[in-house]
């Protein structure tokens, strides 16, 4: 509940204090008055148990002046405006056993199903990576998925949630016990883990160190699909060569080399190659680009086309190329479209496309809630897009979606931003799931590391995920918000103690939550990820594993890759399932020509 709700009601009460009014008798502050008065209405009162319980804590608080009586009124004030709508704790179905027992039972027929394992070949392969996208992030996301259509939000599923296998994956890297997204991405995109800082290179390269890329390279899975004959995409919300995305088609010991702008000159000069340029020349035709970025392309000081004359926006390459013109003029004659806004990708007919280059933001994507709806597209825009023009390929296709702005929005300590980001993917799941099927098409959601967000504080059924904890601190007897960081942005000292967020909009959209430890950027989380699977083989996803074997499951289920032989023998499972499909057939022209024979 906005705090703006209970600004008259606080006021109304300040006054009251102030003249020494008797406020005991009014309905609508009745769970405040013995912290006002001292009084006791309880028996004119229909504040519930839980409520007397949580009244009972606040008032063990040690008495303080009017002002910060003033300050505690905040904290209850969203339960006061709930209470006053008549909203209940919790659906009353909730009250009888069988409810429960219900589901459950539910629940459990639908995973006794399970045991039929799907065994088919995949035909396509789609890999969601949520930037950052933590198990207690996911919870959260979950909650204001609820919350946003209506309900409490802890009974809501969200799409990944529904997928039938759950894993967890070790997120370290070579050198790091806490990962960063470049190390991750070489594992869950080639299959080996490497080291901080890297993409698309082996454990042998040094970040920084241009003389140890060569004979490090690793490939990944987009190219071992796109080597088989499939159609690859990547969409992503951040720049096209962003870590995540650049693990897939680069070999670079550094992560920030987007352009040869960011590279030192004795890097160029030894012949490694800046991350958008690779992007164009490791594999020349990669079927559908869309992401931001764009700035990296063009040579330095053009002006960018959507904000001409920003400084920041323009061209950084001092190689004087211009990569889109480069793509155009290659992909002239092969059905190529570039785009950079969402009016010129909707109005795309898919049929008429092979390749696709949309880069719609100079650097990264704007947050979905600060998103112009008009002119930039959503992630689920761009993945249905994506997919009409990959599915065309009857051999099928690989696809990479990162949620990459989760990450963002964690760092800089605005969870409100990050868990829209994450109920944005998984629409863009949800969205996939519809367009796909589970017999021939494997799709895994997963995380390349966490963060240090949280949520606690004892909050009550269907409390707002970005409201307060029903309590104060008993140490400084202030309140604070449910969501909270262990370190970041968010720690602020006032007048030498910590501030009161309920003098502030701790729910407006950039706010950031408070933290443990002052630093200007979030970081990081180390510990496992949760990794989602549904479709052919999805069930070798089990138990915990190492990251880098996420895409040898999904080679292995698409018969691609180093997995690819098994495929055309009589041993392996995935070969006996590859013919599976054709069994029925095989029966029924045998069976036709039985009768054919018969017959004549």
């Known amino acids: ?115 039929n394992l799907n065994t088919n070949k995949a035909k396509n392969l789609i890999l969601f990576l949520g930037d950052g996208m933590g198990v207690p992030t996911v919870t959260a996301a979950r909650i204001l998925k609820g919350q946003l259509n209506g309900q409490s939000g802890e009974e809501t599923q969200l799409e990944m949630d529904k997928f039938p296998f759950v894993s967890l994956a070790k997120t370290y890297n070579t050198n790091a016990q806490v990962p960063d997204s470049a190390g991750t991405a070489t594992a869950y995109l080639c299959g080996v883990k490497a080291n901080e800082g890297t993409v698309g290179v082996s454990a042998a390269a040094v970040r920084s160190q241009c003389n140890t890329t060569q004979g490090n390279e690793v490939t990944s899975i987009l190219k071992w699909a796109k080597d088989a004959g499939k159609s690859v995409g990547i969409v992503t919300t951040t720049r096209v060569n962003h870590a995540t995305p650049s693990a897939a088609y680069a070999h670079s010991v550094d992560r920030d080399w987007y352009s040869d ?66 793509w155009t003029d290659r992909m002239k004659d092969k059905k190529g479209r570039y785009v950079w806004n969402k009016k010129q990708l909707l109005s795309l007919n898919p049929n008429d496309v092979d390749h696709l280059l949309g880069l719609f933001e100079p650097g990264d994507l704007p947050y979905d809630l600060e998103r112009n709806t008009e002119t930039d597209p959503s992630l689920t825009e761009m993945v249905e897009v994506a997919i009409k023009i990959l599915r065309r390929n009857p051999s099928g296709f690989y696809l990479l979606v990162e949620g990459g702005r989760i990450d963002h929005g964690h760092h800089e300590g605005k969870a409100k931003q990050a868990l829209h980001e994450a109920v944005e993917m998984d629409r863009a799941i949800g969205r996939a799931d519809l367009m796909t099927s589970i017999h021939d098409t494997l799709t895994i959601v997963t995380a390349d590391h966490s963060h240090v967000f949280n949520f606690g504080g004892y909050t009550g059924r269907g409390n707002t995920i970005f409201g307060l904890a029903p309590m104060l601190s008993d140490i400084d007897q202030k309140p604070f918000t449910s969501i909270l960081y262990g370190n970041g942005p968010g720690y602020k000292i006032v007048k030498g103690a910590r501030e009161n967020v309920s003098t502030i909009d701790y729910q407006e959209n950039n706010y950031q939550a408070q933290s443990a430890v002052p630093l200007s950027m979030e970081t990081h989380g180390g510990e496992d990820v949760a990794v989602f699977a549904k479709g052919p083989l999805a069930h070798l996803l089990h138990g915990v594993h190492e990251q880098n074997y996420i895409p040898h499951v999904m080679a292995y289920a698409g018969c691609i890759g180093q997995n690819r032989e098994h495929c055309r023998s009589r041993s392996g499972t995935a070969s006996r399932s590859a013919t599976t499909g054709l069994y029925p057939v095989l029966s029924s022209i045998a069976t036709l020509l039985t009768v054919t024979r018969l017959l004549c």
């Not at 008798?25 to 912290?35: D, H």
């Not at 006061?80 to 209940?88: F, H, N, R």
């Not at 992007?279 to 680009?289: G, S, T």
């Not at 086309?305 to 920041?312: D, L, M, S």
Request: hydrophobic share 35%.
């Open 1 to 115: 509940m906005s705090l703006w709700l209970c600004q008259p009601l606080t006021e109304w009460i300040s006054e009251a204090i102030q003249r020494k009014q008797e406020v005991c008798c009014l309905p609508e502050t009745s769970m405040l008055r013995q912290i006002i008065t001292g009084c006791d209405c309880r028996q004119a009162s229909s504040t519930s148990q839980s409520d007397m319980l949580w009244l009972s804590r606040v008032t063990r608080q040690p008495r303080r002046d009017d002002n910060m009586k003033v300050t505690d009124l905040l904290i209850i004030c969203s339960c006061l405006v709930l209470g006053s709508l008549g909203k209940p704790q919790f659906p009353e179905q909730e009250k009888d056993p069988k409810f429960w027992n219900t589901w459950a039972q539910k629940t459990l027929k639908n995973a006794l199903t399970l045991q």
């Open 261 to 326: 702008n960011e590279m030192p000159p004795e890097a160029v000069q030894a012949g490694c190659k800046d991350i958008a340029r690779q992007l164009f020349e490791n594999i020349p035709n990669i079927d559908v680009i869309m992401g931001g970025g764009r700035k990296y392309m063009f040579p330095k000081n053009t002006s960018d086309i959507e904000y001409p004359g920003v400084a920041k926006h323009s061209g950084t390459r001092k190689d004087e190329r211009n990569l889109v013109q480069e």
